[in-house]
C-alpha cells in the first residue's frame, strides 16, 4: 500500500496514515492543512434486521483506484483546497473491522468535512467494489455501484448530501 493516497488492499487499514498522506500533499505556497476530517467505515453487526457474521469484498483494483483518483479530482473541483485520500479494504473482514478509510485535508474544517463526505458519497455511487454479506441462514450480494461516473446529477446528489 505504500504511501499512495488511493489503493484497495487486504491489509487492516491505518486511517493516521491517510491523515499523514493528506497533510503532506501541501507545498508549502498556501496556507496549508488547518483541519484533517476523516471517514471510517466499520462493519456492522445488524443489517434489515439480520446478524451480519461478516462481510467479503472484492474489487477490480485498476478501475476502483481510477474511481478514487475521479472522486479527489470532482472533490478538487468543488473545493480546491482541499486534498483526499480513500483506502478500502477488500476479502474477509469481521464485525468492527475498518472496510473504508478516507481523509480530507483543507485550510478549514468545513472544506475538509464536505469532501470527506462527499468522498463517500461518491464511492457508493460509482467504486467497483463489491460486499457479500453473510448472515444467520445465509448470505446475499448487495448491490454496489450503479451509478454512470459522468452523470451529473449523481454529482449533485453527492455534493447535496455532502453539504447537508
Not at 59 to 78: H, N, Q, S
Not at 93 to 112: D, F, K, Q, Y
Request: hydrophobic fraction near 45%.
Amino acid at each position: 500500500m505504500g504511501d499512495s493516497a488511493f489503493a484497495v488492499t487486504t491489509a487492516p487499514l491505518e486511517p493516521g496514515r491517510l491523515a499523514a498522506i493528506v497533510t503532506a500533499a501541501f507545498d508549502g505556497s498556501g496556507p496549508g492543512a488547518g483541519a484533517v476530517a476523516s471517514f471510517i467505515g466499520t462493519v456492522r453487526d445488524r443489517n434489515q434486521g439480520r446478524r451480519v457474521d461478516r462481510l467479503e469484498y472484492e474489487a477490480y483494483e485498476p478501475l476502483a483506484v481510477k474511481a478514487f483518483e475521479r472522486i479527489a479530482a470532482e472533490a478538487g473541483d468543488r473545493w480546491p483546497e482541499a486534498r483526499l485520500a480513500i483506502h478500502h479494504r477488500l476479502g474477509r473482514l469481521g464485525i468492527g473491522e475498518a472496510s473504508v478509510a478516507i481523509a480530507a485535508a483543507s485550510p478549514h474544517r468545513a472544506e475538509a468535512f464536505a469532501a470527506c463526505r462527499y468522498a463517500i458519497e461518491r464511492i457508493k455511487q460509482i467504486a467497483p467494489i463489491w460486499k457479500h454479506e453473510f448472515f444467520e441462514g445465509g448470505d446475499v450480494w448487495i448491490e454496489g455501484a450503479t451509478a454512470d461516473p459522468d452523470d451529473a446529477e449523481a454529482r449533485a446528489t453527492a455534493a447535496r448530501r455532502a453539504c447537508a
